[in-house]
């Protein structure tokens, strides 16, 4: 199954078992978020993707330049290992990892995710590419692609489990778009998926075609 047909019955199911309140004060949310025009702030194709140093989920520092020796990256954003639209994606690029490789490209996810945090989603996916920890999402705000969850649904996320201070940090609610960027080695953007919807993502089947 598609990536985005695994997508397409977690939204569905979404819609059919919350509170109707629930549900729709989740799709304000991401209505107001779409029109607010953050998608056209983000990278594009064709520009220089600003450099990064953060650590990896065992709390190793990389430098965008340094993976980029070993050729093109492709650089996924992710929200957090509590969202469950985040780990369908990374288990979907986990399956592709080894075209990915053959196409001579690396892969690395990014999220405001701590480290500890990181490391617990790379294990319970089984990842096998390196998981780097944006600290207070100052990478992803640089690149235009961050915002704040919304007041009215944090207690709404809570009621799920789901605790994003616990993941990201005291006071932290900033999270990063949907975003999926394919470098060359000399830093410039070959593609660039954005999207402000966070239940959409980039097929990976896509990025390696994209690779090729």
Same mark, same amino acid.
């Given at each position: 199954?598609?990536?985005?047909?695994?997508?397409?019955?977690?939204?569905? &199911?979404?819609?059919?078992?919350?509170? !109707?309140?629930?549900?729709?004060?989740?799709?304000?949310?991401?209505?107001?978020?779409?029109?607010?025009?953050? $998608?056209?702030?983000? *990278?594009?194709?064709?520009?220089?993707?600003? !450099?990064?140093?953060?650590?990896?989920?065992?709390?190793?520092?990389?430098?965008?330049?340094?993976?980029?020796?070993?050729?093109?990256? +492709?650089?996924?954003?992710?929200?957090?290992?509590?969202?469950?639209?985040?780990?369908?994606?990374?288990? &979907?690029?986990?399956?592709?990892?080894?075209?990915?490789?053959?196409?001579?490209?690396?892969? +690395?996810?990014?999220?405001?995710?701590? *480290?500890?945090?990181?490391?617990?989603?790379?294990?319970?996916?089984?990842?096998?590419?390196?998981?780097? !920890?944006?600290?207070?999402?100052?990478?992803?705000?640089?690149?235009?692609?961050?915002?704040?969850?919304?007041?009215?649904?944090?207690?709404?996320?809570?009621?799920?489990?789901?605790?994003?201070?616990?993941?990201?940090?005291?006071?932290?609610?900033?999270?990063?778009?949907?975003?999926?960027?394919?470098?060359? !080695?000399?830093?410039?953007?070959?593609?660039?998926?954005?999207? &402000?919807?966070?239940?959409?993502?980039?097929? *990976?089947? $896509?990025?390696?075609?994209?690779?090729?």
């Amino acid at each position: 199954m598609s990536l985005a047909d695994q997508l397409t019955e977690r939204r569905t &199911a979404s819609a059919q078992n919350l509170p !109707s309140d629930v549900h729709a004060a989740m799709m304000n949310a991401t209505k107001f978020l779409k029109e607010s025009g953050i $998608e056209d702030a983000a *990278p594009k194709a064709g520009e220089k993707l600003l !450099s990064f140093e953060l650590p990896n989920q065992n709390g190793d520092r990389r430098k965008l330049e340094d993976l980029l020796q070993n050729g093109p990256l +492709v650089i996924t954003f992710y929200r957090g290992g509590w969202c469950p639209y985040c780990n369908m994606e990374l288990r &979907a690029f986990q399956l592709e990892l080894d075209a990915i490789k053959a196409a001579g490209a690396g892969l +690395v996810a990014i999220t405001p995710e701590l *480290p500890d945090a990181s490391l617990s989603t790379t294990e319970k996916n089984e990842l096998g590419f390196e998981v780097l !920890s944006d600290v207070n999402s100052a990478y992803a705000r640089e690149l235009g692609l961050v915002f704040t969850l919304a007041e009215e649904l944090r207690p709404i996320y809570k009621s799920f489990g789901i605790e994003v201070e616990q993941h990201n940090g005291e006071g932290q609610f900033d999270l990063p778009l949907s975003a999926t960027f394919i470098v060359n !080695s000399d830093g410039t953007i070959k593609s660039a998926f954005v999207d &402000a919807d966070y239940t959409y993502r980039q097929e *990976p089947s $896509e990025v390696v075609k994209a690779l090729g």
